[in-house]
């Protein structure tokens, strides 16, 4: 069984940083897309960067300029660097995975459980 475990929330003043960590573990062949999704309270989730197998990347307008995401392949670790973080920025980040578990296995979703940023002063 595969799980994704996030790391790296917390209180951040504005301005500050904090970088989120999510590794993927247990019997995984290959993962193909990893990503970070944001809810806040009232809000829908949304897509917030996401990078490919072959290092693609996409992040939302919102952030764009501030957070950058990174893949250790080795690891099966993804990254949110999170740089000049908002009030807005609050949220629940979740870390999703596309996951296959054999070659020959479809790739399947996974979500992480997520991870609380708080930007307050």
């Known amino acids: 069984q595969v799980q994704l475990v996030e790391s790296g929330g917390g209180l951040v003043q504005p301005g500050g940083s904090l970088r989120l960590s999510c590794a993927a573990s247990?019997?995984?062949?290959?993962?193909?897309?990893m990503a970070w999704f944001r809810q806040a309270p009232g809000k829908e989730r949304e897509l917030v960067a996401q990078?490919?197998?072959?290092?693609?990347?996409t992040y939302a307008d919102s952030i764009k300029g501030r957070f950058t995401i990174s893949r250790d392949y080795v690891k099966n670790t993804v990254y949110l660097q999170m740089n000049s973080l908002k009030p807005e920025d609050t949220a629940v980040y979740y870390c999703?995975?596309?996951?296959?578990?054999?070659?020959?296995?479809?790739?399947?979703?996974?979500w992480g459980q997520g991870t609380l940023v708080n930007v307050s002063s």
């Open positions: 990078i490919t197998r072959s290092g693609g990347t």
């Open positions: 247990g019997s995984i062949f290959r993962i193909n897309v």
């Open positions: 999703r995975s596309e996951h296959r578990s054999s070659w020959s296995a479809p790739y399947v979703e996974l």
